[in-house]
C-alpha cells in the first residue's frame, strides 16, 4: 500500500512541476497548450489500455473465467468507472478551460475555484489508476502507470496553471493551486488501495474501473478541451506522440 500512495504523491506532484513557468511568464500560444493537452491525453490512453484494460483482461483469465464470462467482466468493470464519473460530473459544479461552467450549482463560484475542482474530477481517477495498479502482482504495471500519469500531469499542469492565471489569479496562487489539484491523487490512490484490501479477486475489477474512469476523462474532457482552440491536427500529433511515450515506457519496464 505505501508504493502506491508514494507514487501517486509523486505523480501528482508533477502537476505542480508543470505550474512553475507560470512563475516567470503566462504567455503560451493556444496551438502549444492544445498540443501539450493532446499530449496528456495521449499517455492516459495508452496507459488506460496497456496498463489497466488488458492487465484487467488478464487477471480475469487468471481467475477461471474466458470468452464472453470475461469480457463481460471486463466490460461491466469499465462502465461502471465512465458511470461514476458521469454521476460525479453531473452532480459537481466545475469549470473547463474553454467550454465554461458544467455542472450544478450558480455562477457565484469564482472561476478558480470551479478549475481546481475540475482538475480535482480530473485527478481522481488517476490516482485511483496508480493505487490500484500497485495492488497488481507484477510490480513493473505499478510503475509504469504511475510515470505515465507522472509525464502527462506536467505538461497539464502548465496549461491549467495559464487557465487559472487568466482567471486574475495571481502567479504564485495559480501555482499553488496547481499543486493542490495534483495532492488529490493519492486519496485516489488510497480509495482503490482500501477497496482491494477487502478482497484481491476485486483486483481485476479495479483496473477495469480505473480505465473505465479514465476513458471518461480522456473523451468528456481532455480530447474536446485540446480540439476547441482550432488546432485539432496539432492536439492529435501530440495525442500521437504521447500514446506512443506511454506504450515505450510500457514495454520496457515489461
Sequence with gaps: MGAGLVASLLAGTATGLGALPVLVTSELSRKAQDRMLGFSAGVMLAATSFSLVIPSMELVKGQGHDGPSAALRVAAGVLLGGLFLRVWHDLMPHEHVLKGHEGHGGTKWNSALLFVLAMTLHNFPEGLAVGVSFAAPQPELGLSVALGIGA???????????????????????????????????????????????????????????????????????????????????????????????????????
Excluded at 496547481?178 to 482491494?196: D, I, K, Q, R, S
Excluded at 484481491?200 to 473523451?219: D, K, N, Q
Design 152 to 254: 502527462q500531469n506536467i505538461p497539464e499542469g502548465l496549461v491549467v496553471a495559464l487557465a487559472l492565471r487568466a482567471t486574475g489569479a495571481s502567479a504564485s496562487r495559480a501555482a499553488f493551486l496547481t499543486l493542490l489539484t495534483g495532492l488529490v491523487e493519492p486519496v485516489g490512490a488510497l480509495f482503490g488501495l482500501l477497496a482491494l484490501s477487502l478482497s484481491s479477486a476485486l483486483l481485476p475489477w479495479g483496473l477495469a474501473f480505473a480505465g473505465g474512469a479514465m476513458l471518461y476523462v480522456i473523451s468528456h474532457e481532455m480530447i474536446p478541451e485540446s480540439h476547441r482552440g482550432g488546432f485539432e491536427r496539432e492536439a492529435t500529433t501530440g495525442l500521437m506522440w504521447g500514446f506512443v511515450l506511454a506504450l515505450v515506457l510500457d514495454m520496457s519496464l515489461g
